[in-house]
Structures are given as C-alpha cells and as structure tokens.
C-alpha cells in the first residue's frame, strides 16, 4: 500500500529556508513521479514542484520558480523540497504526492498523498 510520510516543516522567518523530506513505503517508488502541493488556510490546494521518476525531468509553479528546488534520491525513497528565500505567502500545508504518470502530477491526478507537514513563514 502506498504511504507517504512528509518531515521538515515548522516556523521560519522571512528570507529563510526549510527542506522537506518524502519518504514512501508500500510501492516501488522509482517508478513514480512525484509532486508537492500546497493548500494555503482558505485557500484552494495548488502544485508547487514535480519531479519525474529518473529524476530528470522536473516542473515549478511560477510563484516559487528560483526559489525551490525538488530533488529525489532513490536509494532512501525519499523526495526532498528544499526551499529558501521564504516569504509570508508560502505559508501553507504542504503535501507530498505520488503517481506511475508525471504528465499527471501537473495536474494534480496523484494516486496517494501523505498527511502533510505545515510550514509557516512569520517574523
């Protein structure tokens, strides 16, 4: 069974970085793409980042171009989000996604997401 588990969330101040981790069980996670969204309090869920199973391949949302970078090591399962350059608006909860289909995390057609992890960016 698929399950993702998100780390590396908490409060950090504007200007600094956070790097989330994604670590997946249940399922050969090499071959699958990955993705974070994001869904912001009263606020719709958006994609932030993709990134496609060789690794090679990879996508952002305009609002974090330069300023995130997704990453995978598939020897520990694990996707990474590393973030800098925080500001107040990328406050939200973020969560980890997977599918067999990258052309499918940018549209968020994901096939298991984990619980999420909040980052909040305040002074």
């Known amino acids: 069974q698929l399950q993702l588990v998100e780390s590396g969330g908490g409060l950090v101040q504007p200007g600094g970085s956070l790097r989330l981790s994604c670590a997946a069980s249940?399922?050969?996670?090499?071959?699958?793409?990955f993705g974070w969204f994001r869904q912001a309090p009263g606020k719709e869920r958006e994609g932030v980042s993709c990134i496609s199973s060789s690794g090679g391949t990879t996508n952002y949302a305009d609002s974090v171009k330069g300023r995130f970078t997704i990453s995978r090591d598939n020897r520990k399962n694990t996707v990474y989000l590393q973030m800098n350059s925080l500001k107040p608006e990328d406050t939200a909860v973020y969560y980890c996604?997977?599918?067999?289909?990258?052309?499918?995390?940018?549209?968020?057609?994901?096939?298991?997401w984990g619980k999420g992890t909040l980052v909040t960016v305040s002074s």
């Open positions: 996604a997977a599918t067999p289909a990258y052309s499918r995390c940018r549209t968020g057609a994901m096939d298991g």
């Open positions: 249940g399922f050969t996670s090499d071959y699958y793409a």
